[in-house]
Structures are given as structure tokens and as C-alpha cells.
């Protein structure tokens, strides 16, 4: 195995390392800017040159592999003035524009600045070329030329990841400029990971310019909730709001990339909120507490199973929500309720698009939880559609839906099927028309205000996690349930979603052998595998 | 004295292929093609052959480099993209025995069993596209090209691909690109060309002077040839003369003629009867010797002894009078124009000095500028992926390094000390 001694401190690596992985490896940052884990190497930038015992030239960790017993330093006065020259050199043209800049705060030249930089300018102003910006170059993305570095980054990810191509390096020498072919904007789904991986402030997010200062932002793991594939996120949040959403790497699931789609589902916890439980009387919507809530609940479902059966009940689960709600859903229908009738909306696809890199044709977080759960009707009971044509014909005399789709019915349609029947409960975090048409509706937590599991459609169980408080008067969904539960008489005492999970490996077959305690940050695939 | 190309430059008609057949032409391919192709690379050892591009790299050591056994197909590549400022030897070859490089070429391929060969020519030269596409030709037509050459089994193509006008493309991995229909940039080396070089196959880059010494070096033998020059330097070298002499122009002398009398005897002194100043000796990309510096053999081991570089041998002629000042401004000029812009240092670099430069010689530079430019080379140089950024700071240092009086006067006096010549 070559064996590398970097600043003193020694490593193994497997044939094939280059000084920059080890060095990452070894907890030793060396600046790089084109350099990226998950793209080719193309050596351009010269920050991460390095100087090998034994060779006279420094050379570029990014592109240099490691051999038997080599000697590398990184703190020798060469190296440190090649990466401050190197430094100076990319900054000779920069606007310097950082008050205004939305990278700042997170910009490889800002920080390498201060830990290598800290000269005075020596580059006449005037000087200073020119290039184009606040172009509109498609997608999600505005790109200022002269914050560009000419990393390449952008350029490779285009040509590697996506196969799309769109942006090129027009122009030579200093006058270099990254740019789009003419009448060509980007054409892919995925132009946000531009943003993410672009070192400066060269490519910014339309979305995410000017809104929030990236010092504020606090940072926390989830899931993505766009579509089935279920990739592994940073979301970014700052007083009760979430700002944006960041590919977190998972070599199971996303890599370190994702779409732009699923990307801009973050405003599901921001927008459109149910703030309060509310209840319709005759025309009129009217505020109540929860308290006030579960009575109403408890009383209306009692009155239904009193006069029609538990049949005349049915529960519309969904596949927005996580495993542990789903079970908990499951429960309460045939356990609590009694009754037979449960269904779970499936894949709604609200856009057609779905591809071969990371966005699946379903575009809900948990359907293969759905499935494993085994959400649907118990012996003689009603599917999906059964359920819908029962509530049209005034069957179905109680209704419960969790989230904010039926079926792949249009908002009419839903609307239609929830108003012809007596007697609604919507648990839902945002407003809908099965919300609008709903008797009784209960805020439920957005998927940053509450933790649990998703089920990817690949199997693999990945946990989200809670980062605040649900807003307004919202609850989690399990203590809603479990709550609902404890009411109608169930002998329930879950204290929150771990309580669910372990209950759930003990009796669903698909989740034995998970531990929620275990289940890590990439996930475990289920099935005990 | 004898003459390993330009012996019959004189005749017109030596660019055809009769002409060039009865003068003994083809003769080294017809006895390279019943030679063993190790035999073939151990006379190019023997003749000390030294690439003519301007980095001096052994040929036939270049040539081992190409691996024996491949799966892979293999190419030749002729470096004809010859732009360094000063340098206009190829040019001639082409123009006047473009034969000489296709026999070269068909030796050379053999030698490294590669059956396509791209000759990269500088876009600007259309008149020796033309003519080295009319010789390719005839070549194909009397079967020196093409399939079972001489009926020896060994099959070649070749193809005349045209540049686009960058300088860079004159550098082996940027050409391999330009050709691959990328940008013209330089790749990381290792790999280096002889493992992967165009469309990711083995490949062997030789300048055109390099490749048209070949069939002398088969004909009369590597010993032979190496004796024509020096020890470590074989053969003749074209040293093409330019700036203030009574005769610019292509000689072919022996490697290691003395400089000095390259100058003052071959060129026929300097214009006008002048006093020299300064010569460039191998292309604009090298230090600049001082007028007494230059008594010395035109070799590369002799002229890097004296402290600059053969090159290209394209000796740039500099007499009193001229401006040191504004002839590096010239040349920062051109670098920073050529500058492929890929590696930061060199991106940068040269367009900063270009402006510090261009600031001084408009009068308009400040104390601190020569420490300043001299402090850019220093960040300049070794920290780039190929040689261009050298190929900028050697003249700036040295330069600055001769002529500081000069440097100092503009900064100061706002004029040229010595300046009368325009340039």
C-alpha cells in the first residue's frame, strides 16, 4: 500500500489516492477550487500545489497520486507563496463585491483570503476587465463572469453528470469568460448543484439570492419529500422558515448531487400552511383549539360507528407521510376504529418528468413504505377507489384523510368527494381542497418540524429529522394520532416516533431488525439486509 | 560542408516527387522498411538527434517511450504548428522539400508501428497546407503512403489538419486537443502522449524539422549524422535569423556553430552597420544573452551554459537603438494573447505584466514596478501545467535582469534611454 506523510503525519492509502484525498483523509485541508471529490480532475486552478520531497517543481495535489513513502508538505515557504501568488492571481480581476455578493460567507476566496491571502491589492483598478453580469443562463441560475474563477466545475459537472454541455469557456488568456452558447440556456434539471458547487459567486440560485444571509442559516439533515428516490438533504433554516435545500451526500442514494425539482419542495413547509385547528360550521370556518378538536373527533367518529358501523368509516393515508405514521394510521383504522376501509393515495404525478439520474417517476417521499406496511383494505373492506365512488354515493359517512391529495383527483374532483360525504377529518400540514371541503381540519407538522423514516423506492430506510417546533398551532402527526387514538379508547403510549419505529420492527416483517437508534446517516436498506 | 535538408532547397521543382526521387529520395524509407523497427530507433539514439520544437528532448528516447505491445491503435503526430515568435524553419521545410518530412514521417511511423499520422499545421500557413497536401498525394500515388507501402506490408495514412491560429496549440497535449476537436489546452501530464495521447491512444509528437532529419539519419546512419554537429547535440540545426541583419533568413548550419559567427558572417553582420545590443538565440520564449555573451557554440548545451536556451534556434537580432522596454512590452504582448487561459498563474500573470509593461512604456510606471513584475515571475513560474508561463517569465527576468538601466530611465524619465529604432 503507498503510505504518505503529509506535514509529519503518516497514512496508508489504497493505489490510486491523490495528495488532496489523503489530505482530506488526514484532516489537512489543501485549498483547492476546481478540484471536486465527485468530478475529474483537470488541474487548472493551482491552488493545491504541494511540494513533494525529491521533486523540484511543486505540484498539484488535485492530480498527483501517491507513491510509496512520499514525503508531502504543505507549509513550506514555496508552497505558501505559490497558493498566496496563486490567491492574488484570481483576485486581480474580481470585482471584490462581497457586501453584495450572496456566496459571502461561504466563497473559497473569501475564506482562503483570509487564511493565506491578507496582502494589499497591487492591481490597478482601473485595470480591472470586465465581463458579463447578471446573466440569466437558465434554470435556477444567474451567473456574474467576472466572480468566475474558471475552476471548470460547472463545465464538468455538465459534461459528467447531466450530459447536457450547456456552459463553455469563450474567449483566451485573461479574457477567458464562462458563459452559455447563444439562445442556449441550461436545459437540465439540475442546475441548483451548479450554485452548490461553484466555489465563488460566480453561479448563484435565482431562488436563494438576496433572501437570507448564509451566516444566519442553521443547518439540518433530511430527506428530500420530491419524489420516491428520497436523496439525503441539508436544509437550511432561520427563524421558523425554511431557506433552501442542499444535496447531502449518500453513495446509496444521490451521491452528492440533487434535482431541482425536489430542491424547491422545501416551500411545503413554508407556504400554505394549516395554521389552526379549524372546524366548518354550515359555510363558515371556525377556529378551535385542540382540545375542542379531538372532542369533536372523538364524538363524531363515535356517533358514525353508533348509528351506520365502523364501515361507514374510511381513512385515506398518505404517502407523504413517514413509516411510523403510517403504522400508526394502520392502527388506528382497523385497531381503534374497526373498521376495513384504508387507502393510501399512490404516486401522484403533479409533473411528468422523471429521468434515469436521480428524479423517479413517483413523486412522493414514501410509497414503498406504503406498500411494505401493507396500507390498504382489510378483508372485504374498500380500496382507494372503492372508497372514493362510496363517498360520492354518500356511503361513507366518516372520512379521514391524512395530507392533501385524493387519489389523482383534480382539486374539483376532491373537493366533490369530501364535501358529499357527512362528516371530514383532514390532518394535513398545508391547505388544499380536500383542506378547503374538509369538516374538521388538524395542522399537522411540516417534514423539518418532526422526525421519523421514509422508505425510498429502492427499500433503504433514511431517517428526517426535527429541526423546530412545528409553527402556528401545528402538531407532529404521531401525537396527533396518538392522541386521536387515546381518545377512542386505545391503550397507546407512544411518546414520540422512536416509540412507533420499535414497535413497528417487532411486528411488520419488513422493518424487523432496524433499530431507529442504528439506522445512521445514509440509511439502512430494510429487509434485515 | 554537408547539407542534411536544405542541399537541393534551391531547386524549384524539389517539392515534387520526381525531383525528389532523383535526388535520392525515398531511399531511407524503401531501407528503413527492411530494417527492424528497433534497429531503426537505436540509429535515431546514435545520431543524438535533439527534438527540434525548442524543448531539445532526445528523439529517440521519445520514441522508446511508445509502448511495444498496445491494444490500442497508434498515432504519429507532426508538430508544424511552428508560431514562436522568431521561428520560421519548419515553414521552409515544407515549402521547399515537403517530401523530406513525408519520407520522415513514413520512417518514423514504421519505426513506432503507428498507421495514421496527423501532420497540426499552423493555421496561417495555407501555402504549405497546400503544398504538403499535393505531396501527400503524389506520395499515395507512387506508394510511399497509403496501404502494403513498397510492398513491405506496412500500411499509412496521412492527414493535414489545419489549426486554428493559437500559439498553444503548439504545445503537444493543447495540439492532441485541438485535433481531438477541443479547445486548445494542455493537459495534465502524466499521462504523458506516448501512453495517451489522441483519442486516448498512444501517440508520438514530433516537430517537423525532427521527423524530415530522419531519412539522412537512415540513409547515412545515426553515427553519421551526430558527427555533423555536436556530441550531444547531432546534426545540423536551421537557424533561422531575424531582426537587424543584412541577411534574415533559414541557414542550416552544423549544431554548435558558433553564434557570433552565425550573426556577423552567415547573416551578414547587423543592418546598417549598427552596434548589437542583444540576441534572443532561440525563439522569443528564451533569456536574452548581451552582446558579449555571445561568443559561444549554438548548441543547446553551449547556449545553456551561457545562460539562455537554443530553442526553436530562432535568433532574434536585437542592435543598439532599440528599446528594451518596448520590445518586451511586444512580447508580453504576445504572451498574454496566447495565454490559453487555463492555469490561473499564467491567465494572470502574463496579462498583468502585459499592463505593467505597456503602463512603463507609455510613461506611465511607478517605482516598485520591476519588483513587482519580477515578484509575478516568481509566482509564475513552475506552478503551471505547461510551459508557456516560463516561456513568459524568461523573457521578463532576463530582460529586466540585463537591461535595468533601460527599465530604470522609462520609469523614471518617462522615454526611451536608447530608443531611436522603431519597432
Same mark, same amino acid.
Given at each position: 500500500?503507498?503510505?504518505v ?46 511540494k ?11 492530480a ?27 483576485l ?12 459571502s460567507?461561504?466563497?473559497y ?21 470586465h465581463?458579463?453580469?447578471?446573466k ?17 466545475r ?12 450547456e ?5 483566451r ?57 428520497g ?14 435545500m ?54 363524531k ?24 405514521e ?41 410509497s ?28 361513507v ?9 385524493l387519489g ?47 422508505t ?7 431517517r ?10 401545528a ?33 411488520e ?21 | ?8 532547397f ?8 520526381d ?9 531511407a ?5 527492411r ?23 532526445p528523439?529517440?528516447?521519445?520514441w ?70 499535393t505531396?501527400?498525394?503524389e ?25 486554428a ?13 485541438s ?7 494542455p ?25 524530415? $532529419?530522419? *531519412?539522412?539519419?537512415? %540513409?547515412?546512419?545515426?553515427? #553519421?549524422?551526430?558527427? +555533423? =554537429? !555536436? ?35 552567415h ?27 555571445? $561568443?559561444? *557554440?549554438?548548441d543547446? %548545451?553551449?547556449?545553456?551554459? #551561457?545562460?539562455?536556451? +537554443? =530553442? !526553436? ?9 532599440v ?36 503602463n512603463?512604456?507609455?510613461g506611465?510606471?511607478?517605482e ?18 505547461c ?9 521578463a ?14 520609469i ?12
Open positions: 500500500m503507498p503510505k506523510t503529509l506535514n509529519g503525519k503518516e497514512l496508508e492509502v489504497e493505489p490510486g489516492t491523490t495528495i488532496i484525498e489523503a489530505g482530506d483523509r488526514l484532516g489537512i485541508h489543501i485549498p483547492r477550487f476546481c478540484y471536486h471529490p465527485h468530478l475529474s480532475i483537470d488541474g487548472n486552478c493551482r491552488m493545491c500545489l504541494v513533494i520531497e525529491g521533486v523540484q517543481k511543486l505540484l498539484p495535489a488535485c498527483t497520486y501517491v507513491d510509496h513513502d512520499m514525503v508531502v508538505r504543505t507549509d513550506t515557504d514555496a508552497v505558501k507563496k505559490a497558493v498566496k501568488g496563486v490567491l492574488e492571481f484570481l486581480v480581476h474580481h470585482p471584490i463585491d462581497c457586501p453584495i455578493c450572496d456566496q460567507g461561504e466563497c476566496l473569501q475564506d482562503y483570503y483570509v487564511q493565506f491571502g491578507l496582502y494589499k491589492s497591487r492591481f490597478p483598478l482601473k485595470n480591472k476587465i465581463k458579463v453580469k447578471v440569466d443562463v437558465g434554470g435556477d441560475i444567474v451567473l456574474d463572469a467576472e466572480r468566475c474563477v474558471l475552476c471548470t460547472c463545465m464538468r459537472f455538465l459534461r459528467e453528470v447531466t450530459g447536457t454541455d456552459l463553455n469557456i469563450f474567449g488568456g485573461s479574457h477567458s469568460e464562462i458563459d452559455i452558447y447563444k439562445d442556449q440556456p441550461l436545459r437540465n434539471r439540475y442546475t441548483c448543484n451548479l450554485a452548490d458547487i461553484c466555489p465563488v459567486g460566480a453561479l448563484t440560485s435565482k431562488d436563494f439570492r438576496f433572501q437570507c444571509r448564509v451566516w444566519y442559516l442553521k443547518e439540518g439533515k433530511s430527506i428530500c419529500t420530491g419524489c420516491a428516490t436523496c439525503n438533504v441539508f436544509v437550511h433554516y432561520h427563524g421558523g422558515k425554511v431557506w433552501r442542499k444535496p447531502r451526500f449518500n453513495e446509496h442514494v444521490n451521491g452528492p448531487w440533487m434535482c431541482d425539482i425536489g430542491r424547491f419542495s422545501y416551500t411545503a413547509a413554508n407556504d400554505d400552511r394549516i395554521e389552526k385547528p379549524r372546524s366548518l360550521e354550515g359555510e363558515k370556518s371556525v377556529v378551535i383549539d385542540w382540545d375542542a378538536a379531538f372532542y369533536t373527533a372523538n364524538l367518529i363515535g356517533e358514525v360507528k353508533r348509528d351506520f358501523g365502523a364501515g361507514a368509516i374510511a381513512v385515506i393515508a398518505s404517502p407523504r407521510s413517514s413509516n411510523e403510517l403504522y400508526l394510521t394502520k392502527k388506528l383504522a382497523f385497531e381503534v376504529i374497526g373498521t376495513p376501509n384504508l387507502a393510501f393515495t399512490p404516486a401522484v404525478v403533479a409533473d411528468d418528468y422523471s429521468d434515469e439520474i436521480l428524479v423517479s417517476k413517483d413523486k412522493t417521499p414514501n414503498r413504505g406504503a406498500v411494505e406496511l401493507r396500507i390498504g383494505p382489510q378483508d372485504g373492506g374498500l380500496d382507494l377507489a372503492g372508497i372514493l365512488d362510496a363517498a360520492r354515493q354518500g356511503k359517512k366518516l372520512l379521514i384523510v391524512m395530507g392533501c391529495c389523482d383527483l383534480d382539486d374539483d374532483g376532491a373537493g366533490r368527494v369530501v364535501s358529499a360525504v357527512e362528516y371530514s377529518i383532514n390532518i394535513a400540514p398545508n391547505e388544499s381542497a380536500v383542506s378547503q371541503a374538509t369538516s374538521l381540519v388538524l395542522p399537522s407538522a411540516s417534514f423539518v418540524e418532526r422526525g421519523g423514516t421514509f425510498n423506492e429502492a427499500g433503504r430506510v433514511q428526517f429529522y426535527r429541526m423546530f417546533l412545528p409553527r402556528f398551532r402538531r407532529e402527526d404521531i401525537r396527533i394520532l396518538a392522541d386521536l387514538g387515546r381518545r377512542l379508547g386505545a391503550d397507546w403510549d407512544y411518546k414520540n416516533e422512536e416509540a412507533v419505529f420499535d414497535d413497528m420492527a417487532r411486528s416483517p419488513f422493518f424487523a431488525g432496524l433499530d431507529y437508534r442504528v439506522i445512521g446517516e445514509n440509511g439502512s436498506e430494510a429487509g434485515g439486509r | 560542408m554537408e547539407l542534411v535538408l536544405t542541399k537541393y534551391h531547386l524549384d521543382d524539389y517539392r515534387f516527387i525531383t525528389y526521387v532523383k535526388h535520392g529520395g525515398y531511399s524509407l524503401e531501407k528503413a522498411l530494417m527492424d523497427t528497433d534497429q531503426i530507433i537505436e540509429e535515431v539514439k546514435k545520431a543524438s538527434l535533439r527534438g527540434r520544437g525548442g524543448a531539445g528532448f528523439a529517440g528516447v521519445k522508446g517511450f511508445m509502448p511495444k505491445v498496445t491494444d490500442k491503435p497508434k498515432f504519429v503526430v507532426v508538430n508544424a504548428d511552428e508560431s514562436e515568435p522568431g521561428t520560421f524553419k519548419d515553414r521552409l521545410i515544407m515549402e521547399r522539400g515537403p517530401h523530406l518530412l513525408i519520407e520522415g514521417i513514413a520512417i518514423t511511423s514504421y519505426a513506432v508501428g503507428a498507421h495514421v499520422c496527423y501532420i497540426y499545421i499552423r493555421g496561417e500557413f495555407v501555402r504549405p497546407a497546400q503544398l504538403l497536401e505531396a501527400i498525394q506520395a499515395y500515388e507512387k506508394g510511399y503512403l497509403g496501404k502494403d507501402i513498397l510492398g513491405s506490408g506496412f500500411d499509412l495514412d496521412v492527414y493535414v489538419h489545419r489549426g491560429g493559437a500559439y498553444i496549440c503548439g504545445e503537444e497535449t493543447g495540439m492532441i486537443e485535433i481531438e476537436g477541443e479547445k486548445g489546452q493537459r495534465l501530464k502524466p499521462p504523458f502522449p506516448a501512453q495517451i495521447g489522441v483519442f486516448g491512444a498512444p501517440t508520438l509528437v514530433n516537430n517537423v524539422e525532427t521527423i524530415a $532529419d530522419i *531519412p539522412y539519419i537512415i %540513409e547515412h546512419g545515426g553515427d #553519421a549524422f551526430r558527427a +555533423l =554537429g !555536436t556530441e550531444k547535440d547531432g546534426g545540423t540545426r536551421l537557424y533561422g535569423v531575424s531582426g537587424f541583419v543584412n541577411k534574415p533568413g533559414v541557414y542550416e548550419l552544423p549544431a554548435g556553430t558558433n553564434l557570433k559567427s552565425i550573426i556577423y558572417e547573416s551578414g553582420g547587423i543592418l546598417d552597420g549598427k552596434k548589437l545590443k542583444a540576441v534572443i538565440p532561440g525563439g522569443s520564449s528564451v533569456p536574452v544573452m548581451k552582446a558579449d555573451e555571445i $561568443d559561444v *557554440p549554438a543547446m %548545451e553551449s547556449i545553456a551554459e #551561457a545562460g539562455s536556451m +537554443l =530553442g !526553436t534556434a530562432g535568433i532574434i537580432v536585437i542592435p543598439e537603438g528599446c528594451m522596454v518596448r520590445l518586451l512590452s511586444i512580447i508580453m504582448t504576445f504572451y498574454a494573447h496566447e495565454s490559453c487561459g487555463k492555469c490561473t498563474p499564467c491567465r494572470e500573470g502574463t496579462e498583468w505584466m502585459r499592463i505593467i509593461l505597456e512603463i512604456e507609455r506611465e510606471g511607478k516598485g514596478d520591476l519588483e513587482l513584475i519580477l515578484d509575478v515571475c516568481d509566482n509564475m513560474e513552475g506552478t503551471t501545467i510551459a508557456l508561463s516560463e516561456a513568459a517569465v524568461m523573457p527576468e532576463s530582460f529586466i535582469g540585463k537591461f535595468r538601466e533601460e527599465f530604470d530611465y522609462h523614471r524619465e518617462k522615454k526611451c534611454l536608447d530608443g531611436e529604432l522603431k519597432i
